[in-house]
């Protein structure tokens, strides 16, 4: 079969998919906890209502994923999912600001965003498989991610720019923007014919027989990367829900301006996700990994000493091009690990951990903030990023 020509235009039609998902995360996780500290909601609270999203994808991803495997419709496999999904959580994600004041009702509001998300993010991944072959998938993610970068990064600077003007205004402009990426993607990406599709693949393992094969393996290095990738997740993802709140309430900052904060973060991981790519190839992903994890206990040390908006805004840029170097390679790692045999097992697996670690973190950080302050999350998140140093040194490189 002869090669063809990788098709990029149809790679960043595509990555409009994953733009319009990574719009609507960050307003999310930076606008929405500060609405839910004004109802008089402990830390401990706003962060587990903001790990409802991970805990229905835990559930309704997987059953969507499969669900769409087996849809047949004029539109397709995936886009009837989409066409369900996105115009579900824009109009949940509008009504948010506007329901603010009742928690009942932006309970509601955020349960529906979380249930509209979790019922179109499986099959627009899906794509990724269904219109690129095996060699050019890891050049089509990249892609992607770069897209989805890119949208994470308007959504903080946009988002904190047009809150300053109203509350609504970033939900409103978010969603529309979300609504517009994903009808480009509905407009514009052909879906591959039935006759094309391989045949259906037998059941996957779920993930408690994922788990036992990792874990009866001789060599422990699956389970220590597994925990490493917990652990990362766990600190940033704490991070992510409590930044806001803690520019709110330490740096006397307005919430849009703390949502532009993170911007730099944001930015500098887009810009060092290709470089961090090249390093590891260079020097080996391990070595790579580990001097991101270690840039990243620096860098939330000097946020936890920091009390100028700018010089923090430096540390935070500083941070996210060291995020790079553990986020870009951690997946590539993972396949590192698990040999041609086990990929399905250990890509489950990572995004099982990744998963639970977006419920722990935001709760247990939230939890300690009571007890303590809005300062503590610096020393919570360097405490697990130093707790994957350790698994990571645990884990052995396959030859």
Not at 99 to 120: C, M
Request: glycine share 12%.
């Amino acid at each position: 079969m002869t090669d063809r020509r990788f098709p990029w235009a149809k790679t960043f039609i595509l990555g409009f998919g994953f733009f319009g998902i990574s719009v609507i995360g960050p307003l999310f996780n930076s606008l929405i906890p500060p609405m839910l500290e004004d109802l008089g909601l402990s830390a401990f609270i706003t962060g587990f209502i903001l790990t409802w999203d991970n805990i229905i994808n835990l559930f309704v991803q997987p059953w969507v994923g499969s669900r769409s495997d087996r849809t047949r419709s004029r539109f397709g496999r995936r886009k009837p999912w989409l066409m369900l999904g996105a115009p579900l959580a824009a109009v949940f994600f509008i009504l948010v600001p506007f329901v603010r004041q009742n928690f009942v009702l932006i309970a509601l509001a955020i349960l529906g965003t979380n249930i509209g998300l979790a019922l179109f993010r499986s099959p627009t991944i899906a794509f990724l498989g269904d219109l690129f072959q095996p060699g050019e998938r890891s050049k089509a993610n990249g892609v992607i991610n770069l897209m989805g970068g890119v949208g994470g990064a308007i959504a903080l600077f946009g988002g904190g720019a047009l809150y300053k003007l109203g509350v609504p205004l970033p939900f409103i402009v978010g969603a529309g923007i979300m609504l517009i990426a994903i009808g480009i993607v509905l407009a514009l990406v052909k879906e591959p014919a039935l006759e094309e599709l391989p045949a259906a693949a037998a059941k996957e393992p779920g993930v408690l027989d994922n788990f036992r094969q990792v874990a009866t393996d001789p060599d422990r290095s699956g389970l220590f990367l597994l925990g490493a990738i917990f652990s990362w997740f766990v600190g940033w993802n704490a991070m992510e829900a409590f930044f806001t709140l803690y520019a709110r309430n330490v740096l006397k900052l307005s919430v849009g301006s703390g949502t532009q904060m993170l911007t730099a973060f944001a930015a500098a991981l887009i810009i060092f996700a290709i470089p961090s790519g090249l390093i590891a190839t260079r020097v080996g992903r391990k070595p790579t990994i580990m001097t991101g994890l270690t840039g990243m206990i620096v860098g939330v040390i000097a946020g936890f000493t920091v009390r100028n908006p700018t010089i923090l805004l430096v540390v935070l840029a500083v941070m996210g091009a060291f995020w790079a170097l553990v986020n870009i390679n951690s997946l590539p790692m993972v396949y590192d690990l698990a040999g041609k045999r086990s990929i399905g097992a250990y890509t489950g697996l990572y995004y099982f951990a990744s998963s639970a670690a977006a419920i722990t973190g935001p709760i247990v950080a939230g939890w300690l903030i009571d007890l303590t302050g809005h300062t503590v999350i610096w020393l919570f998140t360097a405490v697990f990023m130093a707790l994957a140093i350790f698994c990571m040194s645990q884990v052995r490189v396959k030859r």
